[in-house]
């Protein structure tokens, strides 16, 4: 019994997206996209930011803080590019378009600001209170202030990344359109 060309089974095909909810965006340079990669990274992508989040929070009573949580964050975009994001212009691998720059800008200004708010009142520069209050439904809360200095470093390290994932990946990307014309230029 022979396959007829229309039985057989399009192997290059196998794992390209089959819905239109499935496709992910724009591959800036034509390369074959993994569905497996695709698939795990949108699972992952939002567990991972959430756990940087995690990590944010319970930075002052435990390891974390604003650098690891940020890196975390970053790891995150890392992987979202590799699965097929897009670095040129301000969109990078997600999407709500983010432009690095504000967001180191931001992370920076919050930082300082956070650090020079206690000289104003006296304190050393630096220092942090400790506030308590009751939430009805959330019970007891204790927030640090120095939690404002965290979540500055947090938006200063996730655009540190994305800037540094913007740059290199507009390069890498420029590289093999390069190569793909000078393939191109020789096949013909």
Do not use: Q
């Not at 890196?71 to 994001?85: E, Q, S, T, W």
């Not at 506030?131 to 500055?152: K, M, N, Q, R, Y």
């Amino acid at each position: 019994m022979t396959a007829t060309p229309e039985a057989r089974v399009p192997w290059d095909r196998w794992d390209a997206p089959a819905e239109d909810w499935m496709l992910s965006g724009e591959c800036p340079i034509g390369t074959e996209r993994t569905l497996l990669l695709e698939l795990a990274a949108r699972i992952l992508f939002p567990t991972v930011l959430v756990f940087s989040l995690y990590l944010l929070l319970v930075g002052h009573y435990g390891p974390g803080g604003g650098f690891s949580g940020g890196l975390v964050a970053g790891l995150a975009f890392v992987l979202r590019h590799i699965a097929g994001g897009r670095s040129e212009g301000p969109e990078i691998g997600a999407r709500v378009k983010v432009r690095p720059p504000v967001l180191v800008g931001l992370g920076l200004g919050i930082a300082v600001v956070t650090a020079l708010v206690p000289a104003a009142f006296g304190a050393p520069v630096l220092s942090s209170a400790k506030f308590a209050f009751d939430v009805p439904l959330l019970g007891h809360i204790e927030i640090v202030t120095s939690l404002a200095l965290d979540v500055g470093v947090y938006l200063l390290i996730v655009g540190v990344v994305l800037d540094l994932l913007r740059s290199l990946g507009s390069g890498i990307e420029r590289d093999a359109r390069e190569a793909a014309a000078a393939n191109a230029g020789e096949a013909a």
